[in-house]
């Protein structure tokens, strides 16, 4: 009998179960976020004429070189104060 029962239980189990799985509900639409860039198309690359290195190696004068680093400073603040608001927007 135990025998018996046993055998009833581990086929009718599965059946009884799987038909426990089944739904009649639509599985809810899935949102996946897609990544946008939040840096406006007109911000445009870094200024061109930065100075470099080998540049500033190659002033003829500390004033020249003075002079030069404070032309590249004032393209640098200038392009600080034209980014940050843009990427405080972005966090």
């Known amino acids: 009998m135990n025998r018996a029962l046993a055998i009833l239980v581990a086929v009718t189990w599965p059946l009884i ?27 445009g690359p870094l200024p061109a004429g930065l100075e470099t290195r080998e540049s500033l190696a190659r002033a003829p004068s500390d004033e020249e070189l003075m002079k030069r680093l404070y032309a590249d400073w004032k393209v640098r603040v200038a392009r600080m104060l034209e980014t940050e608001p843009v990427l405080a927007a972005c966090r």
């Open 17 to 43: 179960t799987a038909g426990s799985c089944a739904t009649t509900r639509e599985a809810p639409p899935i949102q996946v976020p897609i990544a946008v860039s939040c840096i406006p198309d007109e911000l």
